[in-house]
């Protein structure tokens, strides 16, 4: 049975993109810790990051740099926060949580967003990483 994160890859369950390559997409988290919260999910099922191939991991990892930066461009947060909890879903999945203090990235602060919240969330992050070069990632038609 497919995961969420799958049904949301493939468009069965609506979700608000600002990243999609051949390996990996990253999508908001409809409930962020802080504005620009977004989930990085590898298109193909691998529960744990220690079960994925290396060459996968690594392009997550670099992907998170990139989405990493741009968070801290469109949010001006001090910092762009990274962890691989797990629990909650059985398909890896790296938050990538903009921060400005310790604070900011306890998922007991978690709470539901709007659509509308998201949206403009996921509409600035686009911007920054298309201000990167990544236009094409951030599904902007440049």
Request: glycine residues 6%.
């Amino acid at each position: 049975m497919p995961t969420i994160f799958t049904r949301i890859i493939t468009g069965e369950i609506p979700g608000e993109f600002c990243w999609k390559d051949d390996i990996c997409v990253a999508f908001a988290d409809i409930n962020p810790i802080t504005p620009g919260h977004v989930l990085l999910v590898p298109r193909r099922e691998v529960e744990n990051y220690w079960d994925a191939p290396s060459e996968e991991l690594q392009h997550l990892i670099k992907v998170a740099q990139i989405i990493g930066r741009a968070q801290r461009q469109a949010f001006g947060s001090q910092r762009s926060c990274l962890s691989i909890a797990g629990f909650d879903v059985p398909h890896l999945h790296l938050h990538l949580i903009p921060a400005n203090s310790m604070e900011d990235i306890k998922f007991a602060h978690a709470q539901p967003a709007t659509p509308k919240d998201i949206a403009t969330s996921m509409q600035a992050l686009r911007q920054a990483l298309a201000a990167q070069g990544y236009a094409s990632e951030a599904g902007i038609n440049a």
